[in-house]
């Protein structure tokens, strides 16, 4: 079956330093979401990217969508205490349910 | 801001004990999943509803675990004998529509543990 794997697992960064994100589909995907996890929270929507080579900002994050529709990224810009928890991607398959990645536990030191 | 809302948060239990976990979406969301997560991964989807309808339930492990949404808006999962793998997180989240594209809005969730 269709997999949606997300690199690295852990990442432990400065206050300040830049972070990214990598997820990687086996198969192409329709659209591409992206999640924040609080420790001991939930899952909260941050966007959607459904355009091939689609680009996105929301302030210090920037989100990319490949070419092939089959990979995407997530790059913090001078990260942030309140940036900590774990970044999840969740692609769309052929199927019409969303994929999520094993996620990318952002850890940062003040 | 309206939210969805499940109970309990948190549900200790012995093996072979039943459990039930009760979801309940934003008002006017057709669509309603439960999702389990176990502790470092990524959430997998367990079950999907269109109003009352089950969409798809391919990864339900349909032997202990049954989901009903028998009037289209409130849910209840159960889990009967629950085993002690079942430990883990779960979500209940729902959308609008059955569009991919729409935003799945996700509950406080369950944590279960299995003694």
């Known amino acids: 079956g269709q997999q949606v794997m997300q690199i690295p697992q852990y990442q432990h960064v400065q206050e300040g330093e830049d972070f990214t994100t990598y997820c990687n589909s086996s198969t192409t995907l329709s659209n591409i979401q992206w999640y924040k996890q609080r420790p001991g929270g939930h899952p909260v929507f941050l966007i959607q990217?459904?355009?091939?080579?689609e680009v996105k900002k929301q302030k210090r994050l920037t989100f990319q969508f490949g070419e092939a529709k089959k990979n995407s990224s997530l790059h913090i810009t001078a990260t942030q205490t309140t940036d900590v928890g774990t970044y999840f991607c969740a692609g769309g398959d052929s199927s019409y349910k969303l994929i999520f990645g094993s996620g990318t536990r952002l850890l940062v030191r003040p | 801001e309206a939210e969805v809302a499940q109970s309990p948060r948190y549900k200790i239990t012995e093996k072979s004990q039943a459990v039930a976990f009760w979801c309940d979406p934003i008002s006017g969301h057709a669509t309603l999943y439960w999702y389990r997560q176990i502790l470092g991964q990524g959430p997998e989807l367990l079950v999907q509803?269109?109003?009352?309808?089950?969409?798809?339930d391919s990864q339900l492990p349909k032997d202990r675990f049954s989901a009903e949404r028998l009037k289209g808006v409130d849910s209840t999962l159960k889990i009967q004998p629950a085993e002690l793998g079942d430990s883990a997180m779960y979500l209940c989240?729902?959308?609008?529509?059955?569009?991919?594209?729409?935003?799945?809005?996700f509950g406080p969730g369950t944590r279960l543990l299995v003694l």
């Open positions: 509803f269109q109003d009352e309808s089950v969409v798809d």
């Open positions: 989240a729902s959308s609008w529509g059955t569009d991919l594209q729409e935003t799945q809005y």
């Open positions: 990217l459904v355009k091939s080579g």
